[in-house]
T-cell receptor
Framework: EAAVTQSPRSKVAVTGGKVTLSCHQT?????MYWYRQDTGHGLRLIHY???????EKGDIPDGYKASRPSQENFSLILELASLSQTAVYFC????????????????FGAGTRLSVL | AQSVTQPDARVTVSEGASLQLRCKYS??????LFWYVQYPRQGLQLLLK??????VVQGVNGFEAEFSKSNSSFHLRKASVHWSDSAVYFC???????????????FGAGTRLAVCP
């Protein structure tokens, strides 16, 4: 069974609308991440969280908010969606001990394809 | 600052041929290096990782990678590819931010591998 589940798998949103992407993990991992993938580019970190009720900014946080209501759930929120936010979004989790040792293996969801029109 | 360069955006090989996907990295500290694979409509999955020891590391499905500190490289290889290896391959570098407080992952742009019958 998939240990990191994202919903929806795809979404079409209108410019200026609100979009919420959800992620659920059953890995019992402390760390969760939201990445954005654009064609021809590697993944870029938007937000991450290492404990429930706390989130941290990644490399490209502008225009995005995140919410971690529990260890298992991590949401990405676009309050005012824009054309430039059309991309594939990946959620991932990792184990705190691995991360602190430098290994930081990530376990990814299948992604959400977001199109903003 | 750390960076990862995958110079080949796209590689096409015939089934049964050998494969090398190139990766060059830049890191101020001791790097953790990873190769992830992304199959169509799926999230990224770990192929292999390297931190220290034998510079040749074995991964899943017959993949291996060789670390070279002198060349700042971490090339991925496979002796005989199968059509099912068609995917996008990402080289990833793990390192600490200057503050030492976060284990930052830097993704290469990816190499799309097409295996022809």
């Amino acid at each position: 069974e998939a240990a990191v589940t994202q919903s929806p798998r795809s979404k079409v949103a209108v410019t200026g609308g609100k979009v919420t992407l959800s992620c659920h993990q059953t890995n019992n991992h402390d760390y969760m991440y939201w990445y954005r993938q654009d064609t021809g580019h590697g993944l870029r970190l938007i937000h991450y969280s290492y404990v429930a009720d706390s989130t941290e900014k990644g490399d490209i946080p502008d225009g995005y908010k995140a919410s971690r209501p529990s260890q298992e759930n991590f949401s990405l929120i676009l309050e005012l969606a824009s054309l430039s936010q059309t991309a594939v979004y990946f959620c991932a989790s990792s184990d705190a001990t691995d991360r602190e040792m430098g290994e930081n293996t990530l376990y990814f969801g299948a992604g959400t394809r977001l199109s903003v029109l | 600052a750390q960076s990862v360069t995958q110079p080949d955006a796209r590689v096409t090989v015939s089934e049964g041929a050998s494969l090398q996907l190139r990766c060059k990295y830049s890191s101020s500290g001791t790097p953790y290096l990873f190769w992830y694979v992304q199959y169509p409509r799926q999230g990224l999955q770990l192929l292999l990782k390297y931190y220290s020891g034998d510079p040749v590391v074995q991964g899943v499905n017959g993949f291996e990678a060789e670390f070279s500190k002198s060349n700042s490289s971490f090339h991925l290889r496979k002796a005989s590819v199968h059509w099912s290896d068609s995917a996008v391959y990402f080289c990833v570098l793990s390192g600490f931010m200057l503050s030492g407080s976060f284990n930052k992952l830097t993704f290469g742009a990816g190499t799309r591998l097409a295996v022809c019958p």
